[in-house]
Nanobody, 115 residues
Framework: QVQLEESGGGLVQPGGSLRLSCAASRSIFSIPIMRWYRQAPGKQRELVATMLSGGTTNYQDSVKGRFTISRDNAKNTVYLQMNSLKPEDTAVYYC?????????WGQGTQVTVSS
């Protein structure tokens, strides 16, 4: 069982930055895949960024060059650094972990990009 808790969301102006954190209840060293998803009002949840345990990362095209996923195994935390934010990035952002064919979700954190 893995419990995930996101933090770091908030209101930011277009062009601004936020860093989201996802704290896990146990060591993330053994979790093969960590991901960030987001869900905007009236839309389906979509995959934003993926990080494999070996360090490989992958991003949705719309966030490439602006978002960076990283992990700190010592702190059992995964981060999503978001720069050059746009109004269309407004959504609830969810942390996700996949281990032994079981998927775990956090409760989400709201990100609002607006002037």
């Amino acid at each position: 069982q893995v419990q995930l808790e996101e933090s770091g969301g908030g209101l930011v102006q277009p062009g601004g930055s936020l860093r989201l954190s996802c704290a896990a209840s146990r060591s993330i060293f053994s979790i093969p895949i960590m991901r960030w998803y987001r869900q905007a009002p009236g839309k389906q949840r979509e995959l934003v960024a993926t990080m494999l345990s070996g360090g490989t990362t992958n991003y949705q095209d719309s966030v490439k060059g602006r978002f960076t996923i990283s992990r700190d195994n010592a702190k059992n935390t995964v981060y999503l650094q978001m720069n050059s934010l746009k109004p269309e990035d407004t959504a609830v952002y969810y942390c996700n972990a996949l281990k032994n064919a079981v998927t775990y979700w956090g409760q989400g954190t709201q990100v609002t990009v607006s002037s």
